[in-house]
């Protein structure tokens, strides 16, 4: 594996990991401090109302892939969305305004963790539905294709997802007509609460795309430059035209499904092990292992940190949606209900 070329590129992937890892630290404290059963307010500012679903654990896939997109080019996430969304460029603080309900998030408070979409950075959107980001990636990697447009999608989705029908007829649309779409499956070896291995007949995400005459690449999940190495030939094959390619990331989900999820189920011997392989400590010992300045590294992670306490404080101070905003973004059925 040849790491990433330079000090600076390498040092990026690294900033974008803390970056992630701090906000979703915050966005978990923050949806864990919500309101009680009782409906009394927890201590401290505002919360985030509901639990959210973490990608802690899995940052090296969202950083080592999109440091190879463009503005122009298209990615759809997954109900995990918030370290894609951030990777992919969009704004860290209108993020957490949004996971807060407030006015000036990407979404007008109104999509929250699970609708994320910033379609500024081509961010086209989290989604709730498992799978559902597939036939939303094609579909605009078609658009891409006809429109003759020098650009491509991504499309991040979980291990679950590929024993539903949309992963199949997503991966053959774009087989069949020669889409620029990169399929980059995160599998963190959990289905909700259920372990997928004991779900999935086969070798999984790999085989399936390779069954389907795509060709696939399995890398470590948690080394961050194994991802970005494996990102940079797949993504590259896409832009010459060659067709759909899938990347099959092996992971692990280190959070429970949400983020007031204890996950009692699991064995703690199988997470102990999984902490071992943490992306952002292999990345920090490789780094200094290179060379790097411990010193460097830690104004990076405490340089992230800033930035989400302050994201928090805006987050706090914005104001909530006028109450007319509930009858904008809304379809309407041309019966004049909403005048």
């Not at 309900?101 to 961010?123: E, L, P, Q, R, Y």
């Not at 889409?179 to 399936?208: I, Q």
């Not at 992971?251 to 204890?262: A, E, I, L, M, N």
């Amino acid at each position: 594996m040849i790491p990433p070329t330079s000090e600076a590129e390498r040092l990026a992937l690294f900033r974008t990991m803390q970056r992630i890892r701090a906000f979703e630290n915050a966005a978990e404290a923050a949806s864990q401090g919500g309101v009680s059963a009782y409906g009394q307010e927890a201590a401290g500012r505002a919360q985030v109302r509901g639990p959210l679903h973490l990608s802690t654990g899995q940052e090296a896939v969202a950083a080592g892939v999109c440091a190879h997109l463009h503005a122009a080019d298209y990615l759809t996430s997954t109900h995990r969305g918030h370290g894609h969304t951030l990777a992919k460029g969009a704004d860290l603080a209108r993020m957490m305004c949004e996971l807060f309900g407030k006015a000036t998030g990407f979404n007008g408070g109104k999509g929250g963790s699970m609708h994320i979409a910033d379609f500024s950075v081509g961010m086209l959107g989290a989604n709730g539905v498992v799978a559902a980001g597939l036939p939303i990636a094609v579909g605009a990697a078609h658009a891409q294709k006809l429109q003759k447009k020098d650009a491509i999608t991504v499309c991040f989705f979980g291990d679950g997802a590929i024993n539903r029908g949309p992963f199949l007829e997503s991966l053959n649309w774009a087989r069949v007509y020669g889409l620029p779409v990169l399929f980059v499956c995160e599998d963190n070896r959990w289905s909700a609460t259920t372990a997928s291995g004991p779900m999935t007949a086969g070798d999984g995400a790999s085989a399936r795309a390779l069954a389907l005459d795509i060709a696939a690449t399995q890398v470590d999940g948690n080394d961050v430059f194994a991802v970005h190495e494996a990102a940079r030939h797949l993504v590259a094959e896409v832009r010459a035209g060659q067709g759909p390619r899938l990347l099959h990331a092996l992971t692990y989900r280190v959070k429970g499904h949400v983020s007031v999820d204890p996950a009692a189920y699991r064995d703690p011997v199988e997470l102990a092990a999984a902490l071992e392989t943490d992306p952002l400590a292999r990345a920090r010992a490789r780094l200094q292992a290179e060379g790097a300045k411990a010193g460097v590294l830690d104004a990076i992670e405490r340089d992230a940190r800033a930035e989400v306490e302050a994201a928090l404080a805006m987050a706090d101070a914005a104001p909530w949606p006028e109450a007319s905003a509930a009858f904008t973004d809304v379809q309407t059925t041309g019966a004049g209900q909403w005048t």
